[in-house]
């Protein structure tokens, strides 16, 4: 399905005019034809960036990808060739920043108690694995050649991931409950503990 450029999402670095029409995709994505295009300009149109894909010269967290429609989310790394770049949010527009390894920060959305003292943990991005370790609903996971946790708590380092502060990056001062007091640059706001994910 496609929407026109004037209706793309806000958080897509694109020039209002441009090709009439784009690739819908979901809200908290870009689809890697953007990217490719009109973010890292390695291509000049949708054809150039289908045969970049057909000649298996894309990959996503490490993952050959086989579409232009393919949707990266936050962290994702997209590789090109010997180059790496991560998915970033900057001023509230996703944007791309160089990387030298294909490690992903990932949130911590659900988990399940299995037996031999084993736990399932779901992550935001739809994938789980199993730990013995112990983790909380909201905690990060960064996923590599080795899983390390980053526990959501006082005194961590945080991304807002939804609302009108999406993107700034801050420092958990007080949790209580769902709700967590955050310290930006600006000064202190409240805000969900769903609305924020720890990066260190």
Request: aromatic share 4%; proline share 2%.
């Amino acid at each position: 399905m496609h929407l026109k450029r004037n209706q793309a999402p806000k958080n897509w670095p694109i020039p209002r005019k441009g090709t009439k029409f784009l690739i819908k995709s979901r809200k908290n994505g870009i689809p890697v034809l953007i990217l490719i295009r009109d973010v890292m300009k390695k291509a000049k149109s949708k054809k150039e960036v289908k045969e970049i894909i057909h000649d298996k010269k894309a990959k996503v967290n490490g993952k050959i990808i086989k579409d232009e429609k393919f949707v990266l989310s936050l962290f994702d790394v997209l590789e090109l060739g010997d180059e790496k770049f991560k998915v970033i949010l900057k001023n509230k527009k996703f944007g791309l920043e160089e990387t030298r390894n294909s490690d992903k920060i990932l949130k911590v959305i659900g988990k399940k108690i299995l037996s031999g003292k084993k736990t399932q943990i779901n992550l935001n991005d739809g994938r789980n694995f199993i730990s013995a370790e112990k983790f909380k609903i909201g905690d990060s996971v960064v996923m590599g050649e080795k899983i390390k946790k980053i526990e959501l708590k006082e005194g961590a380092k945080i991304i807002i991931i939804n609302g009108k502060h999406k993107g700034e990056e801050g420092e958990v001062e007080k949790i209580e409950g769902k709700n967590a007091s955050i310290l930006l640059k600006e000064g202190k706001i409240n805000l969900k503990l769903n609305d924020i994910m720890a990066v260190k």
